[in-house]
């Protein structure tokens, strides 16, 4: 039997490429989805700025909810308190404890983004460390510049820095470099001129001391954390805080390229095992019994993938590279963030890659070896579209789970529709799958026969083949459908969830111009100043960030932290139940009324709100406001919220005018790093909470796209060669290679608008419902040229396919193609 499985793969190479294939596309992105599971387990980010201290003192990066469920990511800088800098001088075995403040700090704002967290003391330039190659230590009203930031300058110059959103004239007192790489060039600071407070503590043993002894003994209050090697870069940069959100894409993700190749390799095998009924039925007839035929099967597709696993698993170190790279660049994970995926992926990959193969080649091979010789070659000459019962209550299942999930997601609210919608794509697409035959069939009504027919002989032909080798074309109306389903249900499920946050956003804040800053923040100057502008009736800081309320205990939202919203004045659209809005000042809170009934709260009560930065604070309840359904925030007033923020400062000026034209005219030049603009920059930042989300999305539609082409262009190819014998009878009872050819592509027609029509009906159980949870009516949000293009990627696959292996087929004359070994 080994010898003949040699001898299957060298006469049917065709076959076996796409199997081949698709094993070597899953193991590669199996071991990358590996390698992100390994990267979240590990956290490693090698520090830059702070690698000179062995030990790095800091606040825990990630919220721990009071009930020990899960952990989120602090969306602000955790800070330490300044006394615990002495408290760690005088610990035993302490050489020096050095503490590190960042702060707003550019010196061309027009080339600044995010924070710019550039500013540091001149103390803290020995936890890289850097060193003077020219002038002096800054003193007060000095500063000293990176090297890559002084260009041209030279000691004693003045130059313009912004400073926490405000431009100041400094002088430079010198110039330094690093001993190694830093990506971000600090700006230093004399110590009067930089803000209170410490963001992490570099930590020197003293000779002779263990570091991780030591930093296992440092007495550390509640919420701090002493990080060492690799870990150090927690306390550098932001976004190095919890595993979660990688954990979650690689689980995911690995899941669904193990489905996709499945079905698509079984889809493969099955046709390439129906196609050769005629050779099993003889195998059978000659005295092999049904284990032999069936072990041929098997060994012949094992060797075929087992070669494509090994080939994907050195493919896999630079998936893994190139996937995590885009994730780095789309700012869903640090690109400090180091990617690790030791051999622990690749045994994963291997063990699931092979298990995957094998229970798919067993199934498919079940079948042919124990059907009856005779059966067997009834079949090979009429294929049997037919489906067993147990295959049609299978796919039964599926679509009744589609259906249900359907059903139940829109009341699920926006934030676990995708969550509870997006597996009905993948049991929708399954349904098809396993009922791909009965599909064809039933798809093809009287109504799309009689159009087809008029196209005359070819289209009448094409509708019978349709009919009698529907198996044959499920085989690839199922890439066709997966594809359609995962690429627009989670490219339009995710465009329209983004959409229906903005909305909600934005909708809510009244205003008709906007300030936004690059340069770190709204300083004050700026917004007494926009109380001046001509037309202007009303301004208000607005400040965004998270937190939870933990007194009393909010369980709604746990390790999903509360959306807050931080305003100075009245802009706030949603209606207020109880209390009013012109109390929100101080140490007050406008809560959800839905909220505070749950908490048995009202207006006059105090509750602990936990915000982004760790701190607990105490505010009084002075308003019960509502907001979008789903998309409700705690209100806080701007200046109580910006002090616990990263920078300290709004991010956004929000202005009502009687006459925007006059206000945008402004001139902010005195601000480097502003702008002003109307309404559509208040989505400019906005933090909807659907990163991770998206870049799932976007990778399983790069999944499908690159199964299609690979699944689609084999099975068709495999098909259509296949029939050599039926095109040479053709030819021999008078029809022309044109004709068949015109068959062949109104077949291709077919079956690529029947697979995009029931990938976009699959896709539906999942755009529509989580439409509706979260815009409150099912129409989805979306470029319309997305649709368009994908319908432009399957004919293109489909058709030039077809035509160009249609003309191979029929290459041979047509009582050669008679007398072909194969098809």
């Not at 002084?150 to 330094?176: H, M, N, Q, W, Y």
């Not at 996709?260 to 099993?280: F, N, P, Y």
């Not at 299609?708 to 039926?726: G, H, M, P, W, Y």
Request: net charge positive; with cysteine; aromatic share 4%.
């Amino acid at each position: 039997m080994l010898r003949l499985a040699a001898t299957t793969l060298r006469y049917r190479t065709a076959a076996f490429l796409a199997i081949f294939v698709a094993v070597l596309l899953g193991g590669a992105l199996l071991s990358a989805a590996g390698g992100l599971l390994e990267t979240g387990l590990r956290l490693n980010a090698p520090p830059q700025r702070l690698s000179a201290a062995p030990i790095v003192v800091t606040g825990d990066p990630a919220y721990h909810p009071p009930n020990g469920s899960g952990s989120a990511a602090f969306p602000e800088r955790h800070r330490v308190d300044p006394a615990l800098v002495t408290k760690l001088t005088s610990t035993p075995g302490v050489a020096n404890a050095v503490p590190d403040r960042s702060f707003p700090a550019i010196i061309n704002a027009a080339e600044a983004g995010g924070n710019g967290l550039a500013g540091h003391a001149w103390t803290s330039a020995s936890l890289t460390p850097y060193t003077l190659t020219a002038g002096r230590a800054p003193r007060t009203g000095e500063v000293v510049l990176d090297q890559r930031l002084a260009g041209t300058a030279k000691p004693g110059d003045s130059l313009s820095v912004t400073v926490s959103g405000e431009p100041r004239t400094f002088t430079l007192a010198g110039i330094a470099t690093a001993r190694h790489q830093v990506d971000v060039p600090p700006i230093f600071f004399a110590a009067a001129d930089v803000p209170a407070g410490v963001d992490a503590i570099g930590v020197f043993p003293a000779d002779g001391t263990s570091v991780r002894d030591l930093a296992k003994r440092l007495d550390l209050p509640t919420g701090i954390k002493a990080y060492t090697g690799d870990e150090r870069g927690v306390a550098e940069f932001s976004g190095i805080a919890t595993s979660l959100p990688l954990i979650i894409m690689s689980g995911v993700f690995g899941g669904m390229v193990a489905v996709v190749m499945a079905l698509v390799v079984s889809a493969t095998i099955g046709l390439s095992v129906r196609q050769r009924r005629r050779e099993l039925a003889l195998l059978r007839a000659s005295g092999a019994t049904p284990g032999q035929v069936g072990k041929m099967v098997i060994a012949e597709t094992m060797v075929v993938g087992v070669l494509g696993l090994v080939l994907g698993l050195l493919c896999g170190r630079f998936a893994g590279t190139r996937i995590f790279g885009l994730l780095a660049d789309g700012g869903v994970v640090p690109p400090q963030l180091r990617f690790d995926q030791g051999p622990l992926p690749f045994a994963g990959a291997t063990l699931l890659t092979f298990a995957v193969l094998r229970i798919t080649v067993g199934l498919a091979a079940g079948r042919a070896a124990q059907i009856r010789p005779i059966q067997a070659l009834a079949e090979a000459a009429v294929p049997n579209v037919a489906l067993s019962r147990i295959r049609i209550l299978i796919g039964l299942v599926f679509a009744g789970a589609t259906v249900a999930i359907a059903l139940s997601t829109p009341f699920m609210g926006p934030t676990n529709a995708a969550a509870i919608g997006g597996p009905a794509g993948l049991t929708g697409s399954i349904a098809v799958a396993v009922l791909a035959p009965l599909v064809i069939q039933r798809a093809l009504i009287p109504r799309i026969t009689r159009l087809v027919e008029q196209r005359g002989t070819a289209g009448t032909l094409a509708v019978i083949n349709l009919r009698v080798r529907a198996v044959q074309f499920g085989a690839i109306l199922v890439p066709i459908t997966i594809a359609t389903a995962i690429a627009m249900g989670n490219i339009y499920s995710q465009s329209t969830q983004q959409k229906a946050a903005v909305e909600a956003f934005t909708q809510n804040l009244a205003g008709d111009v906007v300030i936004t800053s690059t340069a770190g923040g709204v300083p004050a100057s700026l917004t007494e100043a926009a109380r001046s502008m001509p037309g202007v009736t009303a301004v208000s800081e607005l400040v965004r960030s998270k937190g939870w309320i933990e007194q009393p205990y909010d369980k709604s939202h746990t390790s999903d932290a509360w959306p807050v919203l931080g305003v100075s004045g009245p802009i706030y659209k949603g209606k207020v139940k109880k209390g009013s809005l012109d109390d929100l000042t101080g140490d007050t809170v406008a809560l959800p009324p839905g909220t505070a009934k749950k908490l048995k709260v009202g207006v006059g009560s105090e509750i602990g709100v936990r915000l982004g930065d760790d701190a607990l604070v105490k505010v009084k309840v002075v308003a019960l406001a509502e907001g979008p359904s789903g998309y409700e925030s705690l209100l806080l007033p701007a200046r109580l919220l910006a002090a616990h923020t990263t920078t300290g400062l709004p991010s956004q000026l929000v202005l009502k005018t009687t006459n925007k034209k006059a206000a945008l005219k402004t001139d902010l030049s005195k601000w480097p790093g502003t702008s002003i603009g109307g309404r559509d920059l208040l989505a400019d930042g906005l933090d909807t909470g659907l990163g991770v989300d998206a870049w799932i999305a976007y990778l399983l539609a790069a999944i499908a796209v690159a199964y299609t082409a690979i699944a689609s262009i084999n099975t068709i190819a495999v098909a259509v060669l296949d029939r050599r014998r039926e095109f040479g009878l053709q030819r021999l009872t008078g029809s022309t290679r044109r004709e068949v050819s015109r068959m062949l592509t109104l077949e291709g027609l077919l079956i690529a608008a029947l697979g995009m029509v029931t990938g976009l009906v699959t896709a539906a159980f999942t755009v529509f419902p989580i439409a509706l949870a979260t815009r409150g009516w099912p129409l989805p949000s979306g470029p319309a040229w997305i649709l368009l293009g994908w319908v432009a990627v399957v004919l293109l696959l489909v058709l030039p396919t077809t035509a160009i292996t249609g003309r191979i087929a029929m290459r041979s004359k047509p009582m050669d193609a008679l007398s072909s070994p194969v098809g």
